[in-house]
Structures are given as structure tokens and as C-alpha cells.
Nanobody, 124 residues
Framework: QVQLVESGGGLVQAGGSLRLSCAAS????????MGWFRQAPGNEREFVAV????????SCADSVKGRFTISRDNAKNIVYLQMNSLKPEDTGVYYC?????????????????WGQGTQVTVSS
């Protein structure tokens, strides 16, 4: 089993920055791709960013490209999401996800493990 715990959310004004962290524990040696998803009230969970096992390959949603950066530190078992130039539409609960494969999936389906989420609120 793998446990994921997110941190770093909060309230920020538009144009500000936040860095989210996701700490993994348990069977961390088996973790492959990791990703961030978000969900706003009344909306479905949507893809934000994904990073490969080694950290060398990343992908972000078009809505956050140029503003958000995903990275991981495998020595510490942590994945980060650096969020700059935040907009009110970035508001939502941000979830960290992981699976044991290598697919850089942008849909929730292959991700076996999820954190409980951290709230990000961007005021205008």
C-alpha cells in the first residue's frame, strides 16, 4: 500500500504563488507515475500535471502551462506542484495521485492511490 499526504494549500490573492507538496509513504519503491488533479465545487476532477518515475518527463494541462511546474524528489518521496500567477479559476481541492505503472495518464483511471486533498482558494 501507498499513503499520500498533501500539504501547502491555502488562500492567496490572484497573481500570487503557492507550492503544494505530496509526501508518499509505504511501498514507495513501487511508485511510478505521479500526478496532480483538482476539483472545483460542482465540477468533475480534472488533470493538472503529471511526472514520470524518474522525474525527467512532465506534462501539464493547457490551462496551467507556463504557470505551474511539477517535480519530484525520489530520495524524499515527495512530489511538488509549484503554482505561479494564480487565477480565481485555479480554486479547488488539489489531489495527489500515484500508480505503479509508467503511463503518463491525464485521466484518473489508472491511479490507484490518492491523497485526501488540499484546498487552494484564489481570491480576485
Amino acid at each position: 500500500q501507498v499513503q499520500l499526504v498533501e500539504s501547502g494549500g491555502g488562500l492567496v490573492q490572484a497573481g500570487g504563488s503557492l507550492r503544494l507538496s505530496c509526501a508518499a509513504s509505504g511501498r514507495t519503491l513501487g511508485i511510478g507515475t505521479m500526478g496532480w488533479f483538482r476539483q472545483a465545487p460542482g465540477n468533475e476532477r480534472e488533470f493538472v500535471a503529471v511526472v514520470s518515475r524518474g522525474g525527467g518527463s512532465t506534462s501539464c494541462a493547457d490551462s496551467v502551462k507556463g504557470r505551474f511546474t511539477i517535480s519530484r524528489d525520489n530520495a524524499k518521496n515527495i512530489v511538488y506542484l509549484q503554482m505561479n500567477s494564480l487565477k480565481p479559476e485555479d480554486t479547488g481541492v488539489y489531489y495527489c495521485a500515484a500508480h505503479f505503472g509508467t503511463a503518463m495518464s491525464q485521466i484518473p483511471d489508472p491511479y490507484n492511490y490518492w491523497g485526501q486533498g488540499t484546498q487552494v482558494t484564489v481570491s480576485s
